[in-house]
């Protein structure tokens, strides 16, 4: 199992499947199984039995995504790059862009 350098609400692109070339919003990171959940991309329909409220029918929701699938898009770049890592002075691990080497954790 490879890490995933990929955080919650950070932008990526799609690269493969029927949302190919959208850009979203991390929602969720799923580690054990390399997969990520973008908000509002990849949407299946769901049928939803009624709860006590009576709430139920055809509901649309976000469908992992393979991390594979996807590339990180740089704030500054504003395409998609790879994700580096660098050790800081202070002995601090953060996340970098290879293309313009912006530091990417605050």
């Not at 500054?76 to 050790?87: A, D, H, L, P, T």
Request: charged share 35%; aromatic share 2%.
């Amino acid at each position: 199992m490879q890490k995933i350098k990929l955080k919650k609400g950070d932008a990526v692109k799609v690269l493969t499947g029927k949302d190919a070339g959208k850009t979203g919003k991390i929602l969720k990171v799923i580690g054990k199984e390399n997969k990520i959940v973008v908000e509002k991309l990849n949407l299946i329909k769901k049928h939803q039995r009624p709860d006590a409220r009576g709430k139920g029918g055809i509901v649309e929701k976000e469908a992992p995504l393979e991390t594979s699938n996807v590339m990180f898009v740089c704030n500054k770049c504003n395409v998609g790059v790879r994700i580096g890592y660098k050790i800081l002075d202070d002995g601090k691990k953060v996340r970098l862009c290879k293309k313009c080497g912006e530091i990417l954790d605050a």
